[in-house]
């Protein structure tokens, strides 16, 4: 089965410094996309970043930015100068074999990021 | 402004009913999904719709039924045939087709169920 595998259940991270989730997956799909989403206590999903397989460039969207080792199947997210609003829920995620042009999606169970002041 | 609305935010059910949550969007996205998330798990898909009157089961479809006859709505009814239905239900929507916006999911505010 397809799964999407996030490692730390929870991770703290002092406000201002760098913290790292971890994500690995397992496709066989040569092209496809991945996600990171976040899920912040009103537990509305929002898009973070996401990276198309096929670039080699690691995606970047102001303070987050991905580090994606596509052989090794390791899509890891980077927050760089952590702030208070970044305390959420943050998911992996990729489309299942077949559902490349399509919205669905398996998510891996979730890191909770606590950022201390 | 354009998004997805999710209603009720909380429900109760009593065993043995049928509840159904409301999801309309107004991003004229072709496709919309039904995710449920129980605590300290990811989200899981319950079914989807790529356009009217057509959708599809996902990964736990049973004890849950979905309609798809406008565009804009996908209400998902939890029936009595689910036996564990609590959880949080998150509806989304994306845009359809072969660009690199049709994997990107808008997603609602999401809808409590508690079964009493």
């Known amino acids: 089965a397809q799964t999407v595998t996030q490692s730390q259940p929870e991770m703290s991270v002092q406000e201002a410094e760098t913290v790292t989730l971890s994500c690995t997956y397992d496709?066989?799909?040569?092209?496809?996309?991945l996600f990171w989403y976040k899920q912040p206590p009103s537990r509305q999903m929002i898009l973070v970043i996401r990276?198309?397989?096929?670039?080699?460039q690691n995606a970047t969207e102001n303070r987050f930015s991905v580090n994606f080792q596509k052989a090794a199947k390791s899509f890891s997210l980077k927050i760089s100068d952590s702030q208070l609003g970044d305390a959420a829920m943050y998911f992996c995620?990729?489309?299942?074999?077949?559902?490349?042009?399509?919205?669905?999606?398996?998510f891996g169970q979730g890191t909770t990021l606590q950022v201390k002041p | 402004d354009g998004g997805i609305t999710q209603s009720p935010k909380y429900l109760f059910r009593k065993e043995g009913q049928n509840v159904t949550l409301s999801c309309e969007q107004n991003?004229?996205?072709?496709?919309m999904y039904w995710y449920r998330q129980d605590p300290g798990q990811g989200l899981r898909l319950i079914y989807y719709?790529?356009?009217?009157?057509?959708?599809q089961k996902g990964d736990i479809a049973e004890g849950y039924s979905v309609s798809r006859e406008k565009k804009e709505s996908f209400p998902l009814t939890v029936t009595s045939a689910q036996k564990n239905p609590t959880a949080f239900y998150l509806c989304?929507?994306?845009?359809?087709?072969?660009?690199?916006?049709?994997?990107?999911?808008?997603f609602g505010a999401g809808s409590r169920l508690t079964v009493l």
């Open positions: 989304a929507s994306s845009s359809r087709g072969h660009s690199s916006g049709a994997n990107v999911l808008t």
């Open positions: 995620a990729y489309p299942p074999h077949g559902s490349s042009n399509t919205g669905k999606l398996i």
């Open positions: 991003l004229n996205h072709d496709a």
């Open positions: 719709s790529q356009i009217v009157n057509d959708f």
């Open positions: 496709t066989s799909e040569s092209d496809y996309y």
């Open positions: 990276q198309e397989a096929y670039k080699q």
